[in-house]
């Protein structure tokens, strides 16, 4: 099976959260991996950050293969990167099963999402939330997943911003739209219902697990709140 075949199984657990580990403990990955694997998840989501499309540094290629090594789990990797083209290979061989590029970052985004449906990879594109959705309707066809940003990337804990509810209705109307939906950012108890309510089909929580004392509770309760929602 390959990785993009993988990655498309997740629409069988929708909606689904997906835990994003740029606030796990980095000190103890196995056991926080195993305890997401407990808590019933269903893939991970990593952010690399290169410090220039977004005001942030996090982790690269060396942490995508530890996770890989980790878990059997689909990885799930946003590209928050400046021309992130000459690095999907590498990521793709590091474990990645789906690769998310920026529409603002790249040239030509047909180009790029084509790329990563030859490695295997399923393709994915993201548009921040000033980004009006016509940026990314190009594309639709040639992805397998469309990242609805609700926060500008860069930082957690920041606050949802309602514009993209309108940008996951307005996607989920689209008849013909094979592609997963997901949102990132903001994503909590408050907000998990609407957005599942809205189309999502994957669900970018951060906050609302790592920063609790349990796990297996909060992805259990933030599954409950989305599928209860649709």
């Known amino acids: 099976m390959s990785a993009r075949e993988r990655f498309s199984e997740l629409r069988a657990s929708a909606p689904a959260i997906l835990p994003s580990l740029l606030l796990c403990d980095f000190g103890r990955l196995a056991d926080e991996v195993a305890a997401l694997e407990a808590a019933g998840v269903?893939?991970?989501?990593?952010?690399?950050?290169?410090?220039?499309?977004?005001?942030?540094?996090?982790?690269?290629?060396?942490?995508?293969?530890?996770?890989?090594?980790?878990?059997?789990?689909?990885?799930?990797?946003?590209?928050?990167?400046?021309?992130?083209?000459?690095?999907?290979?590498?990521?793709?061989?590091?474990?990645?099963?789906?690769l998310t590029i920026h529409v603002e970052a790249v040239p030509d985004a047909s180009d790029a999402l084509g790329q990563?449906?030859?490695?295997?990879?399923?393709?994915?594109?993201?548009?921040?939330?000033?980004?009006?959705?016509?940026?990314?309707?190009?594309?639709?066809?040639?992805?397998?997943?469309?990242?609805?940003?609700?926060?500008?990337?860069?930082?957690?804990?920041q606050s949802f911003q309602p514009v993209a509810l309108e940008k996951l209705q307005a996607l989920r109307q689209r008849p013909n739209l094979k592609a997963l939906l997901e949102v990132d950012g903001g994503v909590n108890a408050d907000t998990a219902g609407q957005c599942a309510r809205a189309g999502a089909d994957l669900l970018v929580v951060g906050s609302a697990i790592f920063r609790t004392d349990d796990y297996t509770q909060s992805v259990a309760q933030l599954t409950q709140l989305a599928t209860s929602a649709q």
């Open 116 to 157: 990563i449906r030859d490695l295997g990879a399923a393709a994915g594109i993201a548009l921040n939330p000033p980004t009006p959705l016509a940026e990314v309707e190009p594309f639709l066809d040639a992805c397998d997943l469309v990242l609805v940003m609700s926060v500008m990337p860069g930082f957690g804990g």
């Open 42 to 98: 269903k893939a991970l989501h990593l952010d690399v950050m290169d410090g220039h499309f977004v005001p942030n540094l996090s982790y690269g290629l060396p942490l995508v293969e530890t996770f890989r090594r980790l878990t059997r789990m689909p990885l799930d990797v946003h590209l928050m990167m400046d021309n992130p083209v000459p690095f999907l290979r590498s990521f793709s061989e590091a474990g990645a099963d789906g």
